[in-house]
C-alpha cells in the first residue's frame, strides 16, 4: 500500500452533471498531482498541487479544476461532463515537486 | 512537446525467458526516466528510476534498465520472468528541472507469462 486514497471508487454520471473526486496524500507528502487513464492507454497528466497551489497543467481544459487542503489532501472537479471524460482517474502524492510519485488505485468515472 | 514510445504493446513469454521492453522517448532537455508496473487490480508502483550517475539501474523484483542517452531509449529488462511479472509496464519521462511538468507516459506494455 502507498498510503494514497482516493474516494469513490467507482461512479457513474451523465453527460453535463459535474464530479468531485478526493484524494489523501501519504503521511509527509506536500504534493499532489492527478492523472488521467484512458482505457487502453497510459496516464495523463492533468495538473499537480505544491503548497496548495496549481503549479503544473497538462492538456486539460479548464472545466477540470482542483483544490489541495492545508492537510495537503486534494479535490479533482471536472465541470460539463463529455463521454470522452470517462477514464480511472489517478492521484499521486509526494515529496516535492521533483521526487518519486505514490499512486492511488483510482476513481473510474464512468459518464452515460 | 515530449513524449514516450513504447514499442510493444502486448508481449507473452514463457516463464524463465529473458525480458526486454523498448522505450524511446522525445525531449528537449534532460530528463528523469521512470518504468512502473500495475498488477492487475493493484495501483501504480516504481520499478526503478533514472535521474543521473551510472545509466544502468537497478529497480524492484530482479528488473534493470539502461539510459542510452545517444537513443533516447531507457530499455526495462529482467533475465528471467516469472508468472508474477503479468502486468502493465508503463515507461515515463519528466524534465529534471522539477515536477511541474508533471510524468509523461507511454501507452504501456501488457506482458503476459505463461507458466
Known amino acids: 500500500e502507498t498510503g494514497v486514497t482516493q474516494s469513490p471508487t467507482h461512479l457513474i454520471k451523465t453527460r453535463g452533471q459535474q464530479v468531485t473526486l478526493r484524494c489523501s496524500s501519504q503521511?509527509?507528502?506536500?504534493?499532489v498531482s492527478w492523472y488521467q487513464q484512458a482505457l487502453g492507454q497510459g496516464p495523463q497528466f492533468i495538473f499537480q498541487?505544491?503548497?496548495?497551489?496549481?503549479?503544473g497543467r497538462g492538456n486539460f481544459p479548464p472545466r477540470f479544476s482542483g483544490l489541495q487542503f492545508p492537510n495537503y489532501s486534494s479535490e479533482l472537479n471536472v465541470n460539463a461532463l463529455e463521454l470522452d471524460d470517462s477514464a480511472l482517474y489517478l492521484c499521486?502524492?509526494?515529496?516535492?515537486?521533483?521526487?518519486?510519485?505514490?499512486f492511488g488505485e483510482g476513481s473510474r468515472l464512468t459518464v452515460l | 512537446a515530449q513524449s514516450v514510445s513504447q514499442h510493444n504493446h502486448h508481449v507473452i513469454l514463457s516463464e524463465a525467458a529473458s525480458l526486454e521492453l523498448g522505450c524511446n522517448y522525445s525531449?528537449?532537455?534532460?530528463?528523469?526516466l521512470f518504468w512502473y508496473v500495475q498488477y492487475p487490480g493493484q495501483h501504480l508502483q516504481l520499478l526503478l528510476k533514472?535521474?543521473?550517475?551510472?545509466?544502468l539501474v537497478k529497480g524492484i523484483k530482479g528488473f534493470e534498465a539502461e539510459f542510452i542517452k545517444s537513443k533516447f531509449s531507457f530499455n526495462l529488462r529482467k533475465p528471467s520472468v516469472q508468472w508474477s511479472d503479468t502486468a502493465e509496464y508503463f515507461c515515463?519521462?519528466?524534465?529534471?528541472?522539477?515536477?511541474?511538468?508533471?510524468?509523461?507516459f507511454g501507452k504501456g506494455t501488457h506482458l503476459i507469462i505463461q507458466p
Open positions: 499521486a502524492s509526494s515529496f516535492s515537486e521533483a521526487g518519486e510519485l505514490f
Open positions: 503521511s509527509g507528502h506536500n504534493t
Open positions: 498541487y505544491y503548497r496548495e497551489e496549481e503549479n
Open positions: 525531449y528537449g532537455g534532460t530528463v528523469n
Open positions: 533514472y535521474f543521473s550517475g551510472d545509466p
Open positions: 515515463a519521462v519528466r524534465g529534471s528541472g522539477g515536477g511541474a511538468d508533471g510524468l509523461t
